[in-house]
């Protein structure tokens, strides 16, 4: 199969390019048909433009001139450049050639007839600035007619290059190509067909083809990947059978009507998706998508009462000890006064109250247990396991999730709990293998966050109102982007601003210092003693991104603001707001550029997290947004999850029919491995 052979069975690729085509992902000749043309980056030959006719928007374009002169010239910090201007019948332009460029510009002289490619700007005279230059003489014979693309390079790559090799594996792909979507699937949905799509996707005979062809392979791609995630629900949810829990009886009622507020529609509205998955014989696998602040927790204690209602044991996971206990406070206050016996499991317990826990809980004595990861141990051992919770889905891999799950005999139900706000589509991608419920908006009694955004100059105006906030009895966060002082980066510090205030503002106020370098332990008591009371002001790195409920901080003060994605900076907002006073969140930002002001504002005008979510996808893309990798999904080659939502809805319900096919995985599975590989990490090993 000549598609798993090495690059190097191609002229001209020895052991140095094939060095440079593994460091952008190319390692076999199927890999470099797979490398897709930058997104929108083709440049068109076909028709060449007049100088007049440039758009000076920083857009690539291609147009002819003739060379009328040569100069160099040095920039404000004494860079050497040099600039050729060119001209037609219709005007003048400069190119600009930079470093390592400026041999190509020697080369040309005055007269010589050239076809160019660059950025266009406009100039500080009437002639148009062109950077990114390349060239080529006008009379080359190699000169490629039509759409060309354009493709990320690395090393000493050039786009001839690629190009060059891509046509020369084209060619093998002519002779045998294996298809990598169900035959079925092409023709009904009438897509190109693999070799006519990735000769378009590299050379287009059109606009029209190259569009289909890039649809073909985001179809493919989110077609593949939604059949993987649905085929592996089929075979780690639905392999064991189900506990079926009866309709809401009288515990639950009662435990509704004494909650000391009244439940919003929407967490009514999610409670009544979860209650029903309950009652189904088919194993409930839910995600509750709750906005910061939206009340999830008591959501959970439903749950978990329904259970115990019904004759069951149930547990709940935590990412840290410090939340886990505060979940287990909670959960008492909720459910003890109706006989519902609630245990804590957390590392660092004593051995013989483990011991005991562990007992009690194997004999069925312990209704609900909160814990840790310590859930997770095999002595952990239930009598009747009949739900599985896990909040802050995102800490949790999809093997913990499983080995959760396994502590009992049947299909327990599974819900996960998260406060990061995903898109839908994108939920439908990141968690294909779960129904999902939202939750939006603040339990009654919630007063909006308000959010101020000042320039650094206005820090010490900034930190005499921390101050006040003390002195009024509140608390307060200070969140900086950094631990310590780093030179490549100009950016406060949590180590320089605890110093800086605990000479100055914070020299009679309790404080302390928390980041990631903290042993557990330490990280534990520092913030035990912020939820007590005992420490008034809590200078921090975003591990507190995920924390504890303290009511009673109502200011959150966040240095650098700009270093931040929106959604971060929700929820770190969301640490405050949470009682009944009026909370602040101030974002202090030593930026002036208008792009960065602007997302700033955008925090400002939202408190809503899943529109500051599509904004913040928007802004820098789905894999540094929300980390697809946690999830052990492979990032999207040529997909979108903002752009391709209508498609990501077709290939969903396609993939969910097609699964139900006989053998419908034997055949789907090849393809599901030739599209991503390994890149799944554990979910396809089953």
């Known amino acids: 199969m000549w598609w798993k052979d090495k690059v190097t069975i191609l002229k001209g690729i020895g052991a140095k390019k094939a060095e440079e085509l593994a460091a952008v992902g190319i390692f076999t000749v199927g890999d470099l048909l797979e490398y897709y043309p930058r997104q929108g980056a083709y440049l068109d030959y076909s028709r060449l433009k007049k100088i007049k006719e440039l758009d000076m928007d920083g857009t690539k374009q291609v147009f002819r001139g003739e060379v009328y002169g040569v100069r160099n010239g040095y920039g404000s910090s004494r860079r050497a450049y040099t600039v050729v201007t060119v001209r037609d019948e219709t005007g003048y332009a400069n190119l600009y050639f930079f470093m390592g460029q400026r041999y190509a510009a020697k080369k040309l002289k005055n007269g010589m007839e050239l076809i160019i490619t660059g950025r266009v700007r406009p100039g500080r005279t009437q002639a148009k600035s062109v950077s990114e230059v390349t060239v080529q003489a006008a009379d080359e014979e190699n000169h490629a007619p039509g759409i060309v693309p354009v493709y990320a390079l690395a090393g000493n790559l050039t786009q001839n290059n690629l190009r060059k090799w891509v046509a020369e594996a084209l060619k093998l792909a002519q002779q045998e190509l ?60 639905d392999s064991r059978e189900g506990i079926k829990h009866g309709a809401d009886g009288t ?130 051992r239930f009598a009747n396991l009949s739900l599985a919770v896990t909040d802050e889905q995102h800490r949790f891999g999809v093997e913990q999730r499983a080995r959760l799950a396994n502590k009992s005999q049947n299909a327990p139900d599974v819900l996960v709990m998260t406060a990061t706000p995903i898109p839908r589509t994108l939920a439908l991608t990141v968690y294909g293998d779960l129904d999902i419920s939202v939750m939006k908006g603040r339990p009654p009694g919630r007063k909006p966050v308000q959010t101020l955004c000042y320039t650094d100059e206005r820090r010490r105006e900034v930190y005499a109102g921390m101050v006040r906030q003390v002195k009024a009895g509140r608390q307060v966060y200070v969140v900086c982007p950094l631990i310590e002082h780093s030179e490549a980066m100009e950016a406060h510090s949590a180590e320089n601003v605890f110093a800086e205030l605990k000479a100055d503002f914070l020299q009679d106020i309790p404080c302390a210092l928390l980041h990631g370098r903290l042993k557990g332990a330490e990280k534990e008591a520092i913030m035990e003693a912020f939820a007590a009371g005992e420490i008034k002001v809590l200078v921090s790195t975003t591990v507190i991104e995920v924390g504890v409920n303290v009511p009673n901080a109502t200011l959150m003060i966040i240095e650098n603001a700009e270093r931040f994605g929106l959604a971060q900076l929700h929820q770190l907002r969301g640490r405050v707001g949470r009682g009944s006073e ?4 101030v974002l202090l930002t030593s930026a002036d550029n208008p792009d960065s002001l602007a997302r700033l504002q955008v925090l400002h005008d939202s408190e809503d997290g899943f529109y500051l979510a599509e904004k913040d996808l928007e802004l820098r893309g789905v894999g540094q947004l929300f980390g697809l990798r946690q999830h052990g999904l492979p990032d999207l080659r040529i997909a979108d999850i903002m752009r ?43």
């Open 644 to 686: 391709d939502t209508e498609t990501i809805i077709e290939v969903r319900r396609l993939a969910q029919r097609q699964l139900q096919r006989p053998n419908a995985w034997q055949e789907l599975r090849a393809l599901v491995d030739m599209q991503f590989g390994g890149r799944f990490g554990m979910i396809f090993n089953t």
């Open 251 to 380: 515990l639950l009622k009662e435990i509704i009507a004494n909650l000391p507020f009244v439940l919003t529609p929407q967490q009514q509205k999610a409670w009544q998706e979860i209650s029903l998955d309950m009652q189904d014989k088919k194993p409930m696998h839910r995600i509750l998508q709750g906005d910061v602040g939206s009340g999830k927790t008591v959501i959970s204690a439903l749950a978990l009462a329904k259970a115990k209602e019904n004759g069951y044991q149930s547990c709940i996971m935590a990412p840290t000890e410090i939340l886990a206990t505060q979940h287990y406070q909670t959960l008492t206050e909720y459910l003890e006064p109706f006989g519902v016996h609630v245990g804590l499991l957390t590392g660092g317990m004593r051995t013989k109250a483990r011991r005991n826990l562990l007992l009690e809980l194997e004999l069925g004595m312990i209704d609900v247990l909160v814990g840790t990861h310590a859930l997770l141990e095999e002595d952990v």
């Open 178 to 237: 294996p298809e990598s979507l169900p035959q079925n699937i092409v023709e009904e949905c009438h897509l190109q067909n693999r070799l006519t799509a990735l000769q378009n996707i590299h050379f287009p005979i059109s606009w029209e083809a190259l569009a289909q062809a890039k649809h073909r392979f985001v179809f493919e791609e989110l077609f593949l990947l939604q059949c993987g995630l649905l085929y592996y629900r089929q075979q780690s949810h």
């Open 582 to 585: 009026q909370s602040y969140c």
